[in-house]
């Protein structure tokens, strides 16, 4: 006789697929067991006893062995889900994760739909900052989808702790302060944050910063022990005086040391400044008077200061 440990998302038929290859097995699960039924909720960490050694299709159970393969649908109790709001945001994670972490504050009604067998979460959001945690009580095949529904608008939203490998934003939506910590994404759905006036994204491994070019209020930006090439920040800085009209000064902080010397730039045959380098484009930010009259333009590159100073003769 053997014993058999029920791991979390299993159901009768699931441990029948694994045990027999069929599920078929079925009988002999409750014959061993006669206080199971197949109604029954099962647990992770029980155990049921089992014929040792019978198997009723071992093709089937010889393939799970060799690709290490679970069989754990779960019993999806609670599908279809309704939200009532609109979706805006998914977020996906890697299917091996068993738990999620949001931190945010704003207002609106939220829904949250974790990607398992949970009721879909609701709550009404404050200025106050809260956690949510969330425990996956099932396991899938594929990468678990986090969605977000309603029509709100975030104070702060840290998705730090998510452990979401992509991030996607499905209409334009408020996010005043926007925090994600020590992770590798692709953050081009930043372009659809709207009145974003500080992110912070220290340790972000990305190529490419030109999302953030639309977010004209941006006032802060912490990009500390960033895993970017030079060139990836030199592309950014050199659009940022392309595109300076209507956008606020920023203070930036940077580990990345961008090419070039902070000097001021050559002018090409027609008299316009030819900005060759990361370096002279923050030249040329710290340096025109029009660009700072509502406050400076800063960058600090590993605790050296570059800012704008009226009185400095290499003003424009």
């Given amino acids: 006789m053997g014993k058999y440990k029920i791991t979390a998302g299993q ?40 014929t040792d050694g019978f198997t009723i299709n071992p093709d089937i159970v010889a393939y799970n062995k060799l690709y290490n393969l679970l069989p754990a649908n779960g019993e999806r109790n609670v ?4 939200p009532s709001g609109q979706r805006f945001m998914e977020l996906y994670q890697d299917n091996k994760q068993t738990a999620a972490s949001l931190l945010l504050g704003g207002s609106g ?40 529904y309603g029509d709100v608008g975030f104070r702060m939203l840290d ?41 912070s994204l220290p340790g972000l491994q990305t190529d490419s910063l030109q999302s953030l070019l639309s977010l004209k209020k941006l006032m802060r930006l912490d990009l500390r022990e960033a895993k970017m090439k030079p060139s990836v920040l030199d ?3 050199k659009a940022l005086v392309e595109k300076h009209y209507g956008r606020r000064n920023l203070t ?15 002018k090409d045959s027609e008299g316009n400044y030819r900005i060759s380098s990361g370096m002279e484009a923050i030249w040329m930010l710290t ?18 200061i570059y800012t704008y100073e009226p009185d400095d003769t290499g003003n424009l």
């Fill in 79 to 82: 599908y279809p889900k309704e």
């Fill in 287 to 304: 340096h025109e008077p029009a660009w700072n009259e509502r406050g400076a333009w800063t960058f600090i590159i590993n605790q050296t």
């Fill in 11 to 50: 159901n009768i038929y699931d441990i029948a697929m694994h045990l027999y290859g069929s599920i078929e097995g079925i009988v002999d699960l409750l014959i061993n067991n006669p206080g199971l039924s197949l109604d029954d909720n099962l647990k992770s960490g029980d155990e049921l006893e089992y």
């Fill in 109 to 148: 009604r939220l829904e949250i739909d974790w990607g398992d067998n949970t009721d879909i979460e609701v709550l009404v959001l404050t200025d106050e900052a809260r956690e949510l945690q969330h425990y996956f009580n099932d396991r899938i095949a594929s990468a678990r989808r986090i969605s977000l």
């Fill in 235 to 237: 592309t950014y800085l």
């Fill in 252 to 266: 930036a902080y940077f580990s990345t040391i961008p090419a070039g010397i902070y000097r001021k730039p050559e």
């Fill in 159 to 199: 998705i730090s702790r998510s452990q979401a490998s992509q991030v996607y934003l499905l209409r334009p939506l408020d996010i005043e302060k926007f925090t994600c910590e020590k992770m590798g994404l692709d953050i081009s759905f930043l372009s659809l944050s709207e009145n974003t006036y500080e992110l």
